[in-house]
């Protein structure tokens, strides 16, 4: 059974340009989740989808935006990039019962200069 | 919201010793308490979990307690070896609300020393 998948591994940004993540679940899985992992730092929550909707969103701001397509896969858009947007974001598929464990991503490490 | 504490931040043990990480939460509520992996340049991955109407768990050296009264939980991990090297997250959730989103500790740096 293939993991959750997540492209680029790799992404380098200027600071005010936009930036695009991508996240492929696990087969069966209807459940996304979006985590920023600063350097150093834990997992902080931003988004949630399930079933094509967002069901929770964390403390961010606006300009971090994502969508769920048909097939469950995801992605994640930071608008208007700051360099404290730097960081690894890692993307988790659950199959959205309450207590179904959430299985990540190898993330994508984003460089904002 | 959920608040998670995690201590030790970080925590270096000898070969064969045991080591424990221990968490706290505020929501009396939450009913499911994952722990997870973390190694250089990858995802965290999920080692252990505990639902709260049992007080314990184990995977072979790896076993996790859970005590509702005091809103606590414990990674125990028996006869480390170096390859238990790792970021450790613990985390808890209240499900049956619809907003369901897992709140994490903020991770335990352990070295096993060789």
């Known amino acids: 059974e293939a993991g959750v998948t997540q492209s680029p591994t790799h992404l380098i940004k200027t600071r005010g340009q936009q930036a695009t993540l991508r996240c492929s679940p696990i087969s069966g899985h209807t459940s996304v989740y979006w985590y920023q992992q600063a350097l150093g730092l834990g997992l902080q929550f931003l988004l949630w989808?399930?079933?094509?909707?967002?069901?929770n969103r964390g403390n961010f701001p606006p300009r971090f935006s994502g969508r769920q397509f048909p097939n469950y896969s995801s992605e994640l858009n930071v608008n208007a990039l700051e360099l404290e947007d730097s960081a690894l974001y890692l993307c988790?598929?659950?199959?959205?019962?309450?207590?179904?464990?959430?299985?990540f991503g190898n993330g994508t490490r984003l460089t904002v200069t | 919201g959920e608040n998670v504490e995690q201590h030790p931040s970080t925590l270096s043990v000898q070969e064969g010793d045991s080591a424990v990480i221990k968490c706290t939460y505020s929501?009396?509520?939450?009913?499911?308490f994952p722990w997870y992996k973390q190694e250089l340049g990858k995802g965290p991955q999920l080692i252990i979990d505990i639902r709260s109407n049992v007080g314990e768990k184990k995977d072979q050296r790896i076993a996790v307690t859970l005590n509702k009264t005091a809103k606590h939980f414990s990674l125990h991990i028996t006869e480390t070896q170096p390859e238990d090297s790792a970021v450790y997250f613990c985390a808890a959730i209240r499900g049956g609300t619809g907003r369901r989103a897992l709140t994490f500790g903020s991770g335990t740096r352990l070295q096993v020393q060789p």
């Open positions: 989808y399930d079933e094509g909707e967002e069901r």
């Open positions: 929501d009396s509520a939450s009913n499911y």
């Open positions: 988790a598929s659950s199959q959205g019962q309450d207590d179904s464990p959430l299985h």
